[in-house]
């Protein structure tokens, strides 16, 4: 991870610096002219992994209409005003990047300058930094090779370097002054062409130059076989659709074994690390569009880190599956549980679901074997460790003195709050976690069957229809026709509305009856804010519109809910929330949502804001346009009978789409989605390689279609 400020600079800024593992490996990068910074015209992002910036040098310091300084007749150090243009590159790699600079004179005399760069190292934390609490793990020296420029970590533990190789021309390397200087003579529109390669030296985590290119190699390949969207008249939405998707594979740790490769970090610049449930969400939201691939990776990594002891600490109990995996200093040298941390109810039960939806995508049972044993080893933490007292629901406690106090999908220290806006005090059996919990043992129960074990698929049957029966008991809000928050450690009910109930929605816990009441209640004023779904009704006494769980709009979140809507033909409310966060990645800089926006209510302000110090970009924001497109196309692959069931429903301001290259299982199929004058979608195949039954067919759950509506969808086709 790379940070700098709007001329390419890394060193004023507390948060600028090349990040390698959560270290920092190099914390201050300055560009100098004639030992002056040039003037930075313009800067962008022209790649999820590239930087650019456009540079003039000497800049004008006086004269020109209205002080504008256009007239360029004045010399600097013996140069015309703006003679020397530069062009700046950063090219980021897997273990480093790579400078390039482009200088051309374009004035009608020889222009001499000494070019070079301002470096320094210092190896801390990220957490470190942005908590201004840099330990300092040794002195950090900067040593003079025959090639290279060293800054090195003199800590025995750790063994870190930073190596600097410089292109193009010869430097001086001058370690008083931490600088690279080179001489340049350049004639009338003449170009020199230079650079700087930084590379990251980690003695865990070695890569060579023909790791990095292997790695570079497979994301190209991955983003070259991404499915993609366009339209006739290259509408916005399909910009943002394919950027996002993309930014989910550019977002891969490419660490580990090459069948991990793709496992994504949950987002920059505050969580450039593993985290569980972020993963197993981003690339299950995309599964459709990349063959499962990440998703498969995903799986993989996770797998191999499952719990395999009891360890309070870390929160760890066999079959657990982490929260979060970090590689930084503090937590390799145990000052910290998040080397390996498993505190979080959510991505254990998302595994099993994730797997199951990988399956969908590909119909590859080899890859459910090869994941099976990991779902069973979850399902037996549930039922033994996860409900500790027996009585058929999830309840979390954190037993970690560093560990969050909530491990529901909510899992900020304030989350869980009783009517009156006081804390609840664990254990907690959040609604989310009992609809995850439920949709696990479904899977589970078809894949035991599938896989000849058929006691097995009988007791999760069993377990799946009490769990649903007593939850619809217990959680319903009689007097408000809403899902409760949770139940306390007394089994009293949290009463809170909270976006949580959407979870269940999506889940398929809650009672069909119950349903219409529950849609209703997302939709009133208190939760829909224009936006998307609150976190909390903005009616609750905790009520906050920038605090984290009690009051923000989560774009991931509103994405689950609007898959639960659609599941049960709440297409118009599920098109309320595709359009609102359509219009959200208007609002910011290359489409990319913060990971959570303010609660504010759409017709009081035209921005909603956002959390303070929210990521952007949050890899799931970006997998979230992935789900928003199937709940618009009504999309549900079912590989194993090679079908794919669609039931489109195009907005009015989305006429015309087409996704290319879709592959469900040996099947690859283009199709067109045109939405009518009569407000109708129709779909045409366009292509299609192997054997696929395209067929329309509204989600297996809806409430509004009768089985005469089924069949005349199947009759009636596109």
């Known amino acids: 991870m790379l940070i700098a400020d709007s001329s390419g600079t890394c060193g004023d800024h507390r948060f600028n610096g090349y990040f390698f593992y959560g270290t920092r490996y190099l914390k201050k990068l300055s560009l100098q002219i004639n030992g002056e910074a040039p003037y930075v015209c313009s800067h962008g992002i022209s790649g999820n992994n590239i930087l650019e910036f456009s540079l003039i040098y000497p800049e004008v310091k006086t004269g020109g209409t209205g002080g504008s300084g256009s007239g360029m007749i004045n010399r600097q150090k013996g140069i015309l005003e703006r003679s020397l243009t530069c062009f700046v590159r950063y090219t980021i790699r897997p273990a480093g990047f790579d400078i390039e600079l482009s200088i051309t004179n374009t004035w009608n005399e020889r222009a001499s300058v000494t070019v070079g760069w301002l470096l320094d190292a210092d190896f801390e934390s990220f957490e470190n930094v942005q908590n201004r609490n840099c330990k300092g793990r040794g002195k950090v020296s900067m040593a003079k090779e025959p090639r290279d420029v060293h800054f090195c970590l003199e800590n025995e533990a750790l063994g870190l370097r930073t190596i600097i190789t410089p292109s193009g021309a010869d430097y001086r390397i001058k370690t008083d002054t931490k600088s690279l200087e080179t001489e340049l003579d350049l004639f009338k529109k003449e170009r020199a062409c230079i650079g700087l390669s930084v590379r990251a030296v980690d003695p865990q985590h070695k890569i060579t130059e023909d790791q990095q290119r292997e790695r570079e190699n497979y994301l190209y390949n991955w983003i070259r076989q991404l499915s993609r969207l366009d339209a006739a008249d290259k509408h916005h939405f399909t910009r943002i659709f394919n950027d996002s998707v993309e930014l989910v594979g550019t977002a891969a740790g490419l660490d580990g074994s090459s ?7 949950a987002g920059y610049p505050l969580y450039p690390f593993l985290f569980g449930r972020d993963a197993l969400t981003s690339t299950w939201m995309i599964a459709l569009y990349d063959h499962g691939r990440s998703l498969d990776h995903t ?6 880190l499952q719990g395999c002891t009891d360890d309070p600490w870390r929160d760890e109990e066999p079959g657990r599956i982490i929260q979060q995996a970090r590689m930084d200093i503090p937590s390799r040298l145990g000052e910290n549980p998040f080397l390996r941390y498993y505190g979080d109810f959510a991505s254990p039960l998302m595994y099993v679901i994730s797997m199951a939806y990988l399956y969908a995508c590909t119909g590859n049972l080899d890859q459910i074997r090869k994941h099976w044993d990991t779902c069973c080893r979850i399902l037996n933490w549930a039922e033994r460790m996860g409900d500790p007292d027996g009585d058929g629901y999830l309840e979390y406690t954190t037993r970690s003195p560093d560990g969050p106090r909530n491990q529901g999908w909510k899992d900020s220290e304030n989350a869980v709050v009783y009517e009156d806006g006081t804390l609840v005090e664990p254990p907690i059996a959040t609604c989310e976690i009992q609809g995850y919990y439920y949709a696990a043992l479904q899977t589970a129960y078809v894949f035991s069957f599938a896989l000849g074990a058929k006691r097995d698929a009988f007791a999760y049957y069993t377990k799946a229809a009490s769990l649903k029966k007593n939850f619809n008991r217990d959680f319903w809000v009689e007097d408000g026709g809403y899902i409760g928050f949770g139940l306390d450690s007394q089994k009293r009910l949290i009463r ?64 689950t809910i609007a898959l639960g809507l659609r599941r049960y033909g709440y297409t118009h409310e599920a098109m309320q ?6 219009d959200l990645a208007s609002l910011w800089y290359c489409n990319r949502v913060p990971e959570c ?29 992935g789900l928003f497109l199937q709940v618009m196309l009504g999309m549900q692959p079912v590989a194993p009978f090679k079908t794919l069931f669609v039931d489109p429903a195009l907005p009015a301001w989305l006429p015309q789409l087409t996704i290319r290259s879709l ?28 054997t696929l039954h395209v067929l329309r067919q509204p989600p297996v759950n809806s409430l509004s279609t009768s ?10 086709g596109r």
């Not at 119950?514 to 006494?541: E, Q, Y």
């Open 496 to 559: 809170g509305k909270t976006s949580n109930i959407g979870h269940c929605l999506a889940a398929g816990i809650i009672d069909k009856k119950k349903v219409p009441f529950v849609v209703r209640n997302l939709f009133t004023r208190d939760m829909f804010s224009g936006w998307g779904i609150r976190t909390l009704s903005s009616n609750h006494a905790a009520y906050n519109p920038l605090s984290y769980h009690l009051g923000t709009v989560w774009p991931v979140e509103n994405a």
């Open 597 to 625: 926006i303010g609660g504010y209510d759409r017709t009081e302000y035209g921005h909603p804001g956002s959390f303070p110090k929210a990521n952007a970009p949050q890899v799931w924001n970006g997998a979230a346009f």
């Open 259 to 265: 069948d991990e490769w793709m496992a994504p970090y």
């Open 299 to 304: 799986l993989t990594k996770l797998g191999r």
């Open 663 to 690: 592959r469900i299982g040996d099947a690859t199929v283009s199709i067109e989605f045109r939405r009518r004058r009569s407000g109708r979608t129709t779909f045409k195949i366009l292509e299609k390689t192997g």
């Open 707 to 716: 089985l005469w509506g089924r069949t005349w969808a199947l009759v009636k």
């Open 577 to 582: 929330l595709v359009e609102a966060n359509y």
